[in-house]
């Protein structure tokens, strides 16, 4: 697996923290709770991107890590907007860098797939940054395996590598696991994906009658409409009710139990609706618990499509 460390040298927890609320849903002293909560439970590693929240999440990430910024593993994120080729990168870094108030970060991430700008040029860029100091790991988010493969070609003829991934993955969300995760293993990739708690569709919050992402974000809403996902859900609280736990930590502790090792970026937009996902770095996922788990939601077919083979 990638050795991915801080600046210091501490290894990166398994949990990582993911501000894409600074700044929007948590407002500034909000934020700052978070940060500290997540300092106090041994989380090391703090996620962003260029766009999230206008800027504000950098600009508010970047302030709380400055005076420690030796024991933290930054990353953040460029091209959702604009491509992958070699001015829109530099462009948006220079804009994190900016906003961060920092030269440099330890991972950065291609945003999504670009399919107009060579990958030559993409990965050239990077590999630039990465002698210049500017950045010291490559990653890619929501990029197929495919697609992250013919990348990964592209950085041995450069002398590099991508040594991180970060796709969508979660009890419901389980595609990663046909063809990324394996892909992970056998390439030695990190694997820091998001949305472990579906939205928050694995709290079983909506079942309560409050509000979040699925009720105010049409996206959200769409990618977790199915009747089946909420049922899901149903069944995962009933099992957490049953464990004396919360349904977010068993979301979170079962995406961190699959054998590529995943370290799930959690995030909240208050301190106490943190805790939860803070918790599962305790919980101890047996076999046993996993696999009950997993039997909550159907298991995606193998990438060649061979059930009896599955």
């Keep these: 697996m990638t050795d991915l460390h801080t600046p210091d040298g501490a290894p990166v927890s398994r949990l990582a923290f993911g501000t894409m609320q600074f700044g929007g849903r948590a407002d500034a002293v909000e934020s700052r709770a978070m940060y ?3 300092r106090a439970a041994g989380i090391n590693h703090f996620d962003t991107a260029v766009g999230y929240t206008e800027g504000a999440s950098e600009r508010l990430l970047g302030g709380f890590v400055a005076t420690e910024r030796a024991h933290i593993y930054l990353a953040t994120k460029v091209g959702y907007m604009g491509g992958c080729g070699r001015a829109n990168i530099r462009a948006q870094f220079d804009t994190c860098r900016s906003q961060l108030g920092m030269d440099a970060v330890d991972l950065l991430y291609l945003h999504r797939w670009d399919g107009d700008a060579p990958l030559e040029e993409t990965f050239e860029t990077l590999a630039k940054m990465q002698q210049a100091g500017l950045i010291r790991h490559i990653g890619v988010s929501n990029w197929a395996a495919w697609q992250v493969m013919k990348g990964q070609a592209v950085c041995a003829r450069l002398g590099t590598r991508i040594d991180a991934i970060q796709p969508m993955y979660n009890l419901v969300k389980r595609q990663a696991e046909v063809e990324l995760l394996p892909m ?9 994906p998001y949305s472990p708690l579906g939205g928050g569709l694995l709290t079983g919050k909506y079942a309560r009658g409050e509000t979040g992402r699925l009720s105010e974000d049409d996206r959200y809403a769409a990618r977790y409409a199915p009747a089946w996902m909420h049922e899901a859900a149903a069944a995962l609280a009933q099992l957490a009710e049953e464990l004396g736990t919360s349904p977010a930590t068993l979301a979170v502790a079962w995406v961190m139990g699959h054998s590529a090792r995943p370290s799930p970026l959690i995030s909240a937009r208050s301190v106490a609706q ?7 770095a305790e919980i101890e996922m047996t076999e046993a618990l996993y696999a009950r788990i997993a039997a909550l939601s159907p298991a995606p077919p193998p990438a060649t499509d061979r059930l009896e083979e599955a």
Excluded: K
Aim: no cysteine; aromatic share 0%.
């Design 36 to 38: 500290d909560a997540a």
């Design 184 to 192: 992970a293993m056998d390439q030695q990739m990190a694997v820091m």
């Design 274 to 280: 943190l805790r939860p996902s803070l918790a599962a």
